[in-house]
């Protein structure tokens, strides 16, 4: 079956302008889970789904970061006003359910931001 | 607080060498959930292996094999007989339990096996 997909895979965007990351978590996944990873380091959480609701958002940095997931399948993280440091690859993920004891989370190929 | 800490950033072994690759946590939780996932060039993380906290027993799995000491709050990882197919950042991660799975990542160890 179909693993989680990203799209775009890469995008380059001036300082300031808003951009869209989209994740498609595998079919019948209700977890999705949004990570940012920066060059040379571990993946960072940033907020997570259960079903249409974003169950924790404690790791999104400012409130220029949102996410969404209307249908509680496909999820968008929105960024406005870009800026340099938001230059990272953003990790999408997705697990039958949250939590649990024997739930893995399949990552997504990722999507690298650049902000020039 | 929690954290995983990774404190080899980068390792390099000839093909066929072993190869233990460090993982130490901090949690004050009793139950939790421990994991390894490796990060090839394509960039793609890759679930390896999971450990419960009440599951002590060590696990092998063909040329891997996971040691997990609560002792010492360590989760290490060893390739045997390494392969350049091997070459890879490794991640440890710690999972707390009823936080909805988030997981909290280690800064992950660079392994280059060379032919």
């Known amino acids: 079956g179909a693993g989680v997909s990203q799209t775009p895979s890469n995008k380059v965007t001036e300082k300031g302008k808003y951009v869209e990351l989209r994740c498609d978590p595998i079919s019948g996944h209700t977890a999705l889970y949004w990570y940012r990873q920066s060059l040379g380091q571990g993946p960072e959480f940033l907020i997570y789904?259960?079903?249409?609701?974003?169950?924790?958002d404690s790791g999104l940095p400012n409130d220029r970061f949102f996410a969404v997931r209307p249908e509680g399948s496909v999820s968008t993280l929105k960024i406005q006003r870009t800026e340099r440091g938001d230059s990272a690859v953003y990790l999408c993920?997705?697990?039958?359910?949250?939590?649990?004891?024997?739930?893995?989370?399949?990552f997504g190929p990722g999507t690298r931001l650049t902000v020039l | 607080a929690q954290k995983v800490t990774q404190a080899q950033t980068e390792i390099s072994v000839v093909e066929k060498e072993d190869v233990t690759l460090d993982c130490v946590y901090e949690t004050r939780d009793t139950t939790y959930y421990l994991f390894w996932y490796k990060q090839p060039p394509s960039g793609e993380l890759v679930f390896l292996i999971r450990?419960?906290?009440?599951?002590?027993q060590n696990e092998i799995s063909g040329r891997y094999s996971w040691n997990f000491q609560k002792s010492t709050s360590s989760f290490n990882f060893t390739i045997t007989a390494s392969q350049v197919v091997d070459s890879a950042v490794y991640f440890c991660?710690?999972?707390?339990?009823?936080?909805?799975?988030?997981?909290?990542f280690g800064q992950g160890t660079e392994l280059s096996v060379k032919p």
């Open positions: 450990r419960n906290s009440f599951d002590e």
């Open positions: 991660a710690l999972r707390r339990r009823n936080q909805g799975g988030k997981l909290i």
């Open positions: 789904f259960q079903g249409t609701g974003a169950a924790d």
């Open positions: 993920a997705s697990s039958p359910t949250a939590g649990g004891d024997y739930n893995e989370q399949f």
